[in-house]
């Protein structure tokens, strides 16, 4: 019997792939600073930053900032071209098409920049908001007068 030929997809990997959220944190601080990814992040735990390992855990802990960052990493840091709004309601580490970076190097914060990482995090809140609340799991409303709700 003959193997069947695996063809390598052009398909360019994920540059979030494999990375860890401290070289993540690391490389776009070296950079920018914290105060400026404070300001164009619009993230205040940035400005009274407290340590990398305590950063990490928060950011672990509230999934909107670490997307934000995640964004501002491959579409500022690592120039990518900013995707359509299709592109924008999935997580940063799940798109699969980024194509090629823009330039080689990171690009300068404009207002416009921070317009666009509001605007990425806008679009992953309605994508949460519009999925249907199921009713059937929804605990019913607490009336003092009825202590075990019977």
């Known amino acids: ?9 052009k398909k360019q990997p994920n540059p979030l792939y494999g990375l860890k959220l401290e070289q993540l944190l690391t490389e776009i601080s070296d950079q920018y600073g914290w105060e400026t990814l404070s300001e164009t992040m619009n993230i205040e735990r940035f400005q009274f930053h407290t340590g990398l390992k305590s950063t990490m855990k928060w950011l672990r802990n509230h999934e909107w900032a670490k997307d934000k960052v ?3 990493y491959l579409y500022v840091y690592k120039n990518y071209a ?12 799940d798109r699969s098409s980024l194509g090629e970076p823009v330039s080689e190097s990171p690009a300068e914060i404009t207002e416009l920049t921070n ?7 806008d679009m992953r809140g309605v994508k949460k908001n519009t999925q249907p609340k199921n009713k059937a799991n929804d605990e019913p409303a607490y009336d003092p007068s009825n202590p075990w709700n019977k």
């Open 115 to 121: 317009f666009k990482i509001e605007h990425a995090s």
């Open 70 to 72: 995640e964004d501002f």
């Open 1 to 9: 019997m003959t193997e069947p030929v695996l063809t390598q997809s």
């Open 82 to 93: 900013w995707p359509d709004d299709k592109q924008l309601m999935i997580p940063p580490r």
